[in-house]
């Protein structure tokens, strides 16, 4: 089920990007907010985060709205990799674009392709749904926690050498001036996602599911002419998106069906409790274990189609709860693509524009890590605690 559901946001998301709502609402933010070198940054990584759960792949949030943007904002205030003016602003303004989108991509269900697919696999094991509202309440203290401190450590790790940028909401303010006034298509686009978001929120106590709503959502659009058929038959990324999703969970079906999970989070968990730690301190050890193994993957899709169910096994034998294991690997399915250059799909634009040295991006990114998982493991922790996971 929730594979049709990613499907559907992809096609959801192609009204935000053809009726010019999306990019409508970044630079308004921009215009409001980015006087300053931080205050830009925060104005871009809030918009990026606004947008997020509708439009649910990052590379096409990345490429096609925020990377865009940004590197013209950058070029505009005379910050070219080019001229070797990089560290004037661009450098800094890149790198936290890039890393609070693996945050942005945590708080959603739909907000990044690969998280459908670790709920259906959380789903098959734990034999219990995870809902898109719990999912977002379980992610939205670390996540806002994540998102207002990462551009002011990143200021502090790696200052731009420029902190105002007067010209920025000027630039910003031209660009609204070319859009015009509201368009019908953007009004439509932007009722079909309030009307999606707030089921997808409070669906669940009136019987409606994620994916009915999302499919109500794109029915408005599709009745409206705002999205095509022919562009949602043309949408390759979410065809392919589709299919690769049937691959993985038969992979990690057979993965089980043959004894890898069992025999895998069986050895673990007797390295684990040989430890004799309490089932938090064993899950940090888990949480440790899957997040850094992420540097031998090439994407979060296929980190969780080959590690997800056994590190989520490992962690309930260790006497996690369920839900609680579930949500929290799932969301940092996302967080641990901040560490590369190809670990998500929002890493080629922004590593490749050239304004951050790749040695620098590593050893940032590493950083970031560690700052990350302390705040979902402790402050994510005590939320949960709160709302009940455990």
């Given at each position: 089920m929730f594979r049709w559901l990613i499907a559907i946001a992809f096609w959801l998301s192609g009204g935000f990007i053809k009726s010019g709502l999306g990019n409508r609402i970044a630079y308004g933010i921009v215009a409001l907010f980015g006087k300053t070198t931080l205050g830009l940054t925060y104005s871009l990584v809030f918009a990026e985060a606004l947008l997020a759960p509708a439009i649910p792949s990052v590379a096409a949030r990345a490429g096609g709205i925020f990377f865009p943007l940004a590197k013209a904002l950058c070029l505009a205030c005379g910050s070219d990799p080019a001229k070797?003016?990089?560290?004037?602003?661009?450098?800094?303004?890149?790198?936290t674009l890039f890393q609070t989108s693996c945050i942005s991509s945590a708080m959603f269900i739909t907000a990044m392709a690969a998280n459908p697919l670790a709920v259906n696999l959380a789903s098959e094991a734990l034999g219990q749904p995870i809902t898109w509202g719990a999912w977002a309440l379980a992610g939205i203290v670390p996540g806002l926690i994540c998102l207002t401190a990462a551009p002011l450590i990143l200021y502090v790790l790696y200052p731009p050498e420029t902190k105002d940028t007067p010209d920025a909401p000027d630039t910003a303010k031209k660009e609204l001036e070319k859009l015009g006034p509201l368009s019908l298509d953007e009004k439509i686009t932007a009722g079909a996602f309030a009307v999606t978001v707030g089921l997808w929120i409070f669906g669940a106590s009136i019987g409606i599911n994620a994916v009915a709503a999302a499919l109500l959502g794109l029915t408005i659009l599709l009745v409206t002419n705002v999205v095509k058929w022919k562009d949602c038959l043309g949408d390759n990324q979410a065809w392919d998106t589709l299919t690769w999703f049937a691959a993985l969970i038969a992979m990690a079906a057979h993965l089980n069906q043959f004894g890898f999970i069992k025999w895998f989070s069986g050895n673990v968990v007797n390295l684990v409790g040989g430890l004799g730690l309490s089932w938090q301190s064993s899950f940090g050890v888990v949480v440790l274990l899957y997040f850094y193994s992420h540097y031998l993957?090439?994407?979060?899709?296929?980190?969780?189609?080959?590690?997800?169910?056994?590190?989520?096994?490992?962690?309930?034998?260790?006497?996690?709860?369920?839900?609680l294991a579930a949500i929290a690997l799932g969301q940092?399915?996302?967080?641990?693509?901040?560490?590369s250059t190809y670990g998500i799909g929002s890493a080629p634009p922004y590593f490749g524009a050239g304004y951050v040295p790749q040695s620098k991006w590593y050893q940032l990114g590493f950083i970031m890590s560690v700052f990350y998982i302390a705040v979902w493991m402790f402050a994510g922790g005590a939320w949960w605690k709160v709302i009940g996971l455990w």
């Open positions: 070797g003016t990089e560290k004037k602003m661009g450098a800094y303004v890149m790198k993957f090439a994407s979060g899709a296929a980190h969780i189609g080959a590690m997800y169910t056994a590190f989520l096994s490992v962690a309930t034998a260790c006497g996690t709860p369920g839900m940092l399915s996302n967080v641990m693509g901040c560490l």
